[in-house]
């Protein structure tokens, strides 16, 4: 298992959700966005799962963390509602018809839920395993030790557990009905901090 085995997608949506990362993103959370990607497809080849939106799967990855910057913010809404959002604007403008747009949105939102069942939303469990790898190290002997380091050493982790870990102990406090305080409370900057991805990188 290679990074070469999983193109970026050649679309709109895709170039769109990259520049969008690039321009708004901490340069760490980016590579987190990407990392997510690359664990997500790494994961679907180990367990076998086939009909993966890849345009989908990459785009929602790349923007599930957008919420938490200050221009995509919503003083109300979850970080990762509000970066769903975002992605539903983004692939109006890619064309995307209303239900696949909607299916973006619910991805980006299902990152964050304690677990998702492949059979109801393969693309949803996907990125919750892979943003569960990247965040809290879980799952990482699933996926071969090369590529773990290969990914690293292409996309470093850097700051990530300082700036994410800021982030969402931020979110938490503004915003105590959402996941941001669910993820707070069971210690996500601990897990960030002893990721065993942080000796591999």
Known sequence: MRIADFP??????????????????????????????????????????????????YTAALLHDIGTVTEFDNHTISYEHAGGHVAVALTAGAGWPAE?????????????????????????????????????GVGADALPEEFLREVLAGYSRGDLAAVFGACVVEQAARKPATSARRLVDGGVVRKLQDNPLERLG
Do not use: C, K, M
């Open 8 to 57: 970026v997608p050649d679309t709109a949506a895709a170039r769109g959700a990259y520049a969008l990362a690039v321009a708004y993103q901490p340069p760490s959370i980016t590579a987190h966005a990407i990392r997510s990607w690359l664990w997500a497809e790494g994961f679907a080849v180990v367990a076998g799962l086939e009909d993966v939106d890849h345009e989908l799967l």
């Open 100 to 136: 696949r747009r909607q299916r973006v949105l619910e991805v980006v939102v299902r990152h964050n839920w304690p677990s998702v069942d492949p059979q109801f939303d393969v693309e949803g469990h996907l990125l919750e395993t892979a943003t569960g790898l990247d965040i809290s």
